[in-house]
């Protein structure tokens, strides 16, 4: 996820200010209807979260995540807050329970913590079979016991008000441990294991600041049985980004991480993780005007049809018909392309290209984040959301903007001009820092961070009335 830096079209797009919360009828809203609740509550307050001083520069919506904390089966959304300020400490998560016709107007829960608590989220299953879904959330500044401002992970439990259950730490001061995280099985072993990105660890004096990436396994996650992959002198410039999912169709998820013009990866398996000291796969880009290649990745569903799914790569800064920051989006094919070899001297093998997007030049950022979404045509192949958070709306500047890509239409390499759109709607919001889905799967959530002079904000986006 690139950490960076809306009038809507449709009137049944709705938008809500976390300081003004709506109950959204997300569970089976008819687009009549949900445009005229659209219409109606369009810029009301219903109800007070906390106050506007106490929420001034907190970045809401910086990072979001939807799941079942209370075993209700609805998924609820926890919103990180990494800049909120409460008593001399920085950083808060804010939870917001769902209902059949949305969510609350207040979160049962606030919890805070420091060191930009909130910056990253990832769910984490159920990892005590309590019925109730579990996560974690980084702190890229946080303190632990053995070191200071190095960065922290806190594990939660899922209830109506999260439980914190351990705290991970970085080694060094200023590593930024917790600036990416992600979550999957890479060891077979039932448990989801936790990935966390330090990318300004230094492995060596050499390669200062090149990164790290730690796993942790599950579900215990003891630091002691933890597995570090530092950056090496051919692959540096890693932990800004990690991703987790199957990409072989083994049932074993694979790990891939951004480093310096390239994605690498190593394969999950039954044995010990990693089985091979340098990366199972790669894939480097030779362009250099492509800025910021490997900052956003996503696992997709089987883009192409050959049965094994795909990987979307964000290089958000990319420079497209010689606008810089413009940004443009790569995918990436799984399969056999990438599949480990059985000799770790014999080096790894190359993921192969699909196809790539081109952001629209005043699209600043494009592929700052993306995600699988829908189907909202009721379809089978899912679309595909991709944000620029840097990209102007109508007539303000750093609006941000969402696109959906139609899923069938990836891999025939789609211009943005065929995606349906989001706009921004005030100045500054980037709009689309982390996206979400909620409710029955119709609705998207976009984090606008920037937005009410660094207070920020959620919107909500009913899918399925996009033109």
């Keep these: 996820?690139?950490?960076?830096?809306?009038?809507?079209?449709?009137?049944?797009?709705?938008?809500a200010l976390l300081i003004f919360f709506f109950i959204l009828n997300m569970a089976h809203p008819s687009p009549a209807s949900?445009?005229?609740?659209?219409?109606?509550?369009?810029?009301?307050?219903?109800?007070?979260?906390?106050?506007q001083k106490s929420l001034r520069g907190a970045r809401q919506g910086e990072s979001g995540l939807t799941l079942d904390l209370n075993g209700d089966g609805l998924k609820d959304l926890v919103v990180g807050a990494p800049f909120a300020q409460h008593k001399g400490k920085t950083g808060a998560l804010l939870v917001y329970p769902a209902t059949a016709r949305g969510f609350h107007k207040k979160p049962s829960a606030i919890l805070r913590g420091d060191g930009n608590l909130g910056w990253s989220l990832v769910?984490?299953?159920?990892?005590?079979?309590?019925?109730?879904e579990d996560f974690a959330?980084?702190?890229?500044?946080g303190s632990g016991v053995y070191s200071s401002l190095a960065g922290t992970v806190t594990i939660y439990y899922g209830g109506k008000k999260p439980r914190k259950v351990s705290v991970l730490e970085g080694e060094h001061a200023l590593d930024k441990f917790g600036y990416s995280l992600s979550a999957g099985d890479l060891n077979d072993d039932g448990n989801p294991d936790l990935v966390v990105g330090a990318p300004f660890h230094s492995p060596d004096p050499s390669l200062y600041q090149a990164g790290a990436v730690y796993v942790y396994f599950g579900p215990d996650y003891d630091p002691e049985k933890a597995v570090k992959i530092p950056a090496s002198g051919d692959c540096s410039g890693i932990g800004f980004s990690v991703a987790v999912g199957d990409i072989t169709d083994d049932g074993i998820d694979d790990l891939l991480m951004g480093a310096s013009l390239k994605?690498?990866?190593?394969?999950?398996?039954?044995?010990?993780?990693?089985a091979c000291p340098d990366p199972d796969f790669s894939y480097?880009?030779?362009?250099?005007?492509?800025?910021?290649?490997?900052?956003?990745i996503a696992i997709l569903w089987d883009v192409d049809g050959d049965g094994y799914n795909d990987i979307a790569v964000g290089a958000h800064q990319a420079m497209v018909a010689g606008a810089i920051d413009s940004g443009r989006l790569f995918i990436l094919k799984g399969g056999p392309?990438?599949?480990?070899?059985?000799?770790?001297?014999?080096?790894?093998?190359?993921?192969?290209?699909?196809?790539?997007?081109?952001?629209?030049?005043?699209?600043?950022?494009?592929a700052a984040a993306i995600l699988p979404v829908g189907p909202a045509d009721g379809?089978?192949?899912?679309?595909?959301?991709?944000?620029?958070?840097?990209?102007?709306?109508?007539?303000?500047?750093?609006?941000?903007?969402?696109y959906v890509f139609s899923g069938e239409s990836l891999s025939g390499g789609p211009s943005v001009s065929e995606a349906k759109t989001i706009l921004g709607n005030a100045r500054n919001m980037h709009l689309g820092a982390f996206l979400a889905v909620v409710g029955d799967g119709r609705w998207l959530a976009a984090g606008a961070p920037t937005e009410k002079d660094n207070t920020g904000v959620v919107h909500f986006f009913d899918l399925s009335t996009l033109d």
Excluded at 137 to 141: I, K, L, T, W
Aim: aromatic letters at 8%; one cysteine or more; a neutral charge.
């Design 337 to 366: 392309a990438a599949s480990t070899t059985d000799n770790c001297d014999s080096g790894g093998s190359s993921l192969q290209l699909l196809t790539v997007i081109d952001g629209a030049p005043d699209s600043g950022h494009f």
């Design 263 to 274: 994605v690498i990866g190593y394969h999950g398996g039954t044995g010990s993780f990693p």
């Design 284 to 296: 480097t880009n030779f362009n250099y005007n492509d800025t910021g290649f490997g900052r956003t």
């Design 1 to 15: 996820m690139n950490k960076s830096y809306i009038r809507p079209r449709n009137p049944a797009i709705v938008s």
């Design 123 to 132: 769910a984490l299953g159920d990892l005590n079979d309590d019925g109730r």
């Design 137 to 141: 959330a980084g702190a890229y500044s």
């Design 379 to 402: 379809g089978i192949v899912p679309d595909l959301a991709v944000s620029a958070v840097h990209a102007d709306g109508n007539s303000w500047l750093m609006t941000g903007r969402i």
């Design 34 to 51: 949900a445009g005229k609740k659209a219409a109606k509550k369009k810029g009301a307050a219903t109800a007070t979260l906390l106050s």
